[in-house]
């Protein structure tokens, strides 16, 4: 059975920093390409970042480049999101996900096989 499980979501004032992981368990992870997505509420799941299989390449949303960072650990079997800067519209559940295709940088929420619970980041103005 297939599990993502994020932790490290929390309140945060805006400016600070937060990480949130998540764990992988019964799955091939260095099979998949990583990513996290976040959902505010009344919108759509957004893509945040993605990371490849071998953690080499990494591409991120417009609203987060330069202040968040994505890595993976292939030996833990987990991937983790730092958020530096931030501010209150990144405020949402912050969902990890896997992706088995061929796509290596995949930003489409649909495509991705396995999904996480989600984490809760607030930040506070």
């Known amino acids: 059975q297939v599990q993502l499980v994020e932790s490290g979501g929390g309140l945060v004032q805006a400016g600070g920093s937060l990480r949130v992981s998540c764990a992988a368990s019964?799955?091939?992870?260095?099979?998949?390409?990583m990513g996290w997505f976040r959902q505010a509420p009344g919108k759509e799941r957004d893509f945040v970042a993605v990371?490849?299989?071998?953690?080499?390449?990494?591409a991120y949303a417009d609203s987060v480049k330069g202040r968040f960072t994505i890595a993976r650990d292939n030996a833990k079997n987990t991937v983790a999101l730092q958020m530096n800067s931030l501010k209150p519209e990144d405020t949402a559940v912050y969902y990890c996900?896997?992706?088995?295709?061929?796509?290596?940088?995949?930003?489409?929420?649909?495509?991705?096989?396995?999904w996480g619970q989600g984490t809760q980041v607030t930040v506070a103005s």
């Open positions: 996900a896997a992706y088995s295709g061929g796509n290596y940088l995949i930003r489409t929420p649909h495509e991705y096989d396995y």
């Open positions: 019964g799955l091939s992870f260095r099979s998949y390409v």
């Open positions: 990371i490849s299989r071998s953690g080499g390449s990494k």
